[in-house]
């Protein structure tokens, strides 16, 4: 919708934004109804759907706010704050059964929500020698709702129920990251390093026997928790 900009004091300036996005199935398409909503057993399928050429259905809408704060301590260094809330309705379901592996891509529909999340950060940035070296410390989190996960076990290759085979759950990131920049000079150089956690939860309440790793929290395909990075120019 917009974005505006407003200055506070001297030395604090806040950024606020608003956006909204849209997403519609549209037809031809074929979606199987199941008797529940957490887990969907192909043993419960009631029926299927039928969305006609040019049809819209199953449409989803996120409402996207964004913060941002940035406060001057003196002409060299700042903190930055930041909020903002996002939504996917795509999901990337990768499958290491195969020989080559795969990744299945499966749309947000009547069983499937979209994945929505909030991330925040907060970071320090100080410039040294009249900018020649550049420095950020900053530190994140962000909570996901209706990660996508497979079952143990399960069969994903040419299923028509797709999505008989997968659970939803939450997921979070957290971290921090640390960077150093020379700008200035024959050579030129740049070294980050990153502490950071990606890890997800599937618990069924009313089937635990389904729940991944027992319920607890476990490491998702992207948790990396030590990453450094060097540029020499």
Known sequence: ????????????????????????LIGPAMLQQYSTEDHFPEKNLTGVKIINKNSFDEFFIGIEPRLSANYELNPSSSIKLSINRNYQYLNQISNTVAA???????LSDNNIQPQSSWAYSV???????????????????????????YKDFADLLANEHIESELLLGIGKNYGAELSVKKTIGKFTNRLGYTYGRSLK?????DAPALSINQGAWYSSN????????ILIN
Not at 100 to 106: H, L, M, Q, Y
Not at 201 to 205: E, F, G, K, L, V
């Open 222 to 229: 992207y948790d990396k928790p030590h990453e450094l990075n």
């Open 100 to 106: 080559t592996p795969i990744d299945f891509w499966k």
């Open 201 to 205: 939860q599937i618990y069924i309440d």
């Open 1 to 24: 919708f917009g974005e505006v900009q407003l200055p506070i004091a001297p030395s604090l300036t806040l950024n606020a934004g608003l956006r909204a996005s849209a997403y519609s």
């Open 123 to 149: 970071g320090l940035y100080k410039n040294f020698q009249n900018n020649a070296w550049e420095t950020s410390f900053e530190i994140y989190y962000r909570d996901i709702k209706n990660t996508v996960e």
